[in-house]
């Protein structure tokens, strides 16, 4: 075992290169941006902010910033959610809990739920981690709409060349 000092070899980076098929990470050091551009629109009210949308695995994972109260959306997983409160405050109708700030909240695959943000709350963000689709369904599981990953890719092309930031500045989350 090595030990802490310099020029061990514990202090020393990997000395092989890295697979050339590998993208590079992606490092977003003020992930809340001030730049309003960034958060792209997704209904009135509610926008999200892109950091990684992974087509080759399916998943994405953003900021969601909520200026409204009331519910959301009502919308079905087929594969598991993670999310994190940022800010404000948010539950689902068919549950008793409330995600908080500091909260983090897995949703299980199959769980249809319906996203309500309380009266009193003025900007929610929540950090999303979401893989496969959010199927968007009424109150009776009727479809109406999705959402994936590729439709998510779509969205932020168009709104970033609405905004003069060009298409292809998705592509920094792209992977």
Known sequence: MSND???????MPYQFPFPAEARAEIVIESAIPT???L????????????????????????L????????????RHPAPVHGFVLKG???????????GEGSYVFEPPGETHTL?????????ITFFNVTGVMYYVDPYGNGQGYEDVFTKIDM??????????GADYVDQFVR
């Open 89 to 99: 405050r948010w539950r689902y109708l068919e549950h008793d809990w409330i995600a």
């Open 5 to 11: 000092k310099p020029g061990s070899d514990k202090l």
């Open 35 to 37: 730049d309003e551009r």
């Open 156 to 165: 932020c092309r168009k709104h970033f060349e609405t905004v003069g930031l």
């Open 116 to 124: 309500y943000v309380p009266e009193d709350v003025e900007e929610m």
């Open 64 to 75: 969601l910033r909520v200026r409204k109260a009331g519910v959301l959306s009502r919308h």
């Open 39 to 62: 958060w792209v629109p997704q209904a009135e009210n509610v926008w999200f902010r892109p950091l990684c949308l992974n087509a080759s695995q399916g998943y994405w994972t953003n």
